[in-house]
């Protein structure tokens, strides 16, 4: 039993490591600073750079200051002093928009995206799943390109998703203990504060908690009461500073914040998910319906974990469309990603019992595999080779360049130019209502715009203007105007 659980543990921590040297990979290839919500990242370099000057309570003050995503800047805390240290002693030129720094950052904040996996294995084994299932749901998860190719920028998705599997973890248990139900709820109002984006998931994560109450009397109401004490508390405590600080505006930003996820269409609610995910994930997506599918088939045999697992996905899949339905929120690409470390688990705990009982066949479940792991490399190979606008500037600077697109803004003024060199598609407007010709003149550099990997298409456009970006070039181009082809 002893070196069963050494060879698991072994192979656990092996696969957190190839997680995070693939991540690694794509960190330094950039990519860095290409989202506006990686602005947000600002705010922990500023403090650890504000601190000797304004002193740790007036520093703290302005890191979690904001309505938006106000613990993310916490959490950002120590990738945030690896860059500022970085930036002393490297002596970097550009300071915090130093490429060596961003990248270093990037390469510790995605130590929450590892750490998700290392979370939902803990949740797997806290649920009662076999060690061999929570490990392949793990493989899954390991093998998931939407929780891949995040980590290369500087957001709060994943240290937002590493919070509400903790939240699950810490609830499933049958125990008794309002303590356990308070740390419960307080991770799961963690998760919210650092990525309101994942609303769902912190709503739904509790419920593991509450499905696996005891038949204690009164445990449904305990159990209950410990979550909202616990969900609330974090985020009650930062109104109150903020609102003692900052002023009682901070009420009204953060009620206006919480309706600004607006940009996209909120009729996608119930099928942009599915779009999403098949366009970034393309074979997985397949072995997790079914996946599904069997649990749902053999849902009264199936262990209640199993159920619990499922159940949860689909309470955040309901709670994103509903969100969208009643115009609370569209969903995005990213918002999808909350699902899938449930539908991991559940998938591995079928695969394993397909493997266990059908032994006869188990080439099939290595074919499965081999598909998986190559399916991964191919996304991964493609975004290996995204350049990004950042990069780009890099390569064709020190040329001095009007800045144009193929595409056209709601508000943009006329695309004549006089300039004798034109940087096309460096920066694209939104929202995108319609495209036009590039500027004539002889191409002096071209590579292809990050938009055109499909998955990125999924962060606010409408299905209207995915079909724009789609159908027009919107390469990053160098023209120089003045000379033809």
Known sequence: MRHLLMTRGRFLAMLLAASWALRLALIWQGGQRFFPDEGRFTRSFDFIMDLPRLGFVQASIALIGHPDHPIFGVVALPAAAAQALAVQLLGLRDGFEDPVGLQLAASLLSLWSVG???????????LGL?????????VLLGLSNSMLYFSRHLVPYDAALCLVLLSACVGATSRVSLRRSMICGCLAGLALATYSGYWAGALSAPLVHIALRSRVPFELSRRVFGLVVGFLAPILLLLWINVTTVGPGFVDGTIAFAG???QGDFREGWSLPWEYLWHAEHALLPVWAFGILLVIRARRSIGQSVLILV????????LLSAGALVGFAVVYGRSSRQLIPFVCLASGLVLFEMWRVASAKRWIAAAV????????AVSFVQELQIVFPR???????PVSAANMSTLVGRSDASAVTTDAYVLLNVALPYPIVGRRDPPAGRVVARVPHPLEYVPYQYEGYSPQERAILRSTDISMRLIDTTSSE
């Open 311 to 318: 159940l949860t996905a689909l309470v955040i899949y309901v």
């Open 391 to 397: 990069t780009f500037l890099a390569r064709v600077r």
């Open 260 to 262: 600004s996820a607006v």
């Open 116 to 126: 998700g996996i290392a979370a939902a294995y803990a949740l797997g084994r806290r």
């Open 130 to 138: 076999d060690a061999q299932a929570t490990i392949i749901g793990c």
């Open 369 to 376: 595999a081999l598909v998986l792991i190559a399916n991964l």
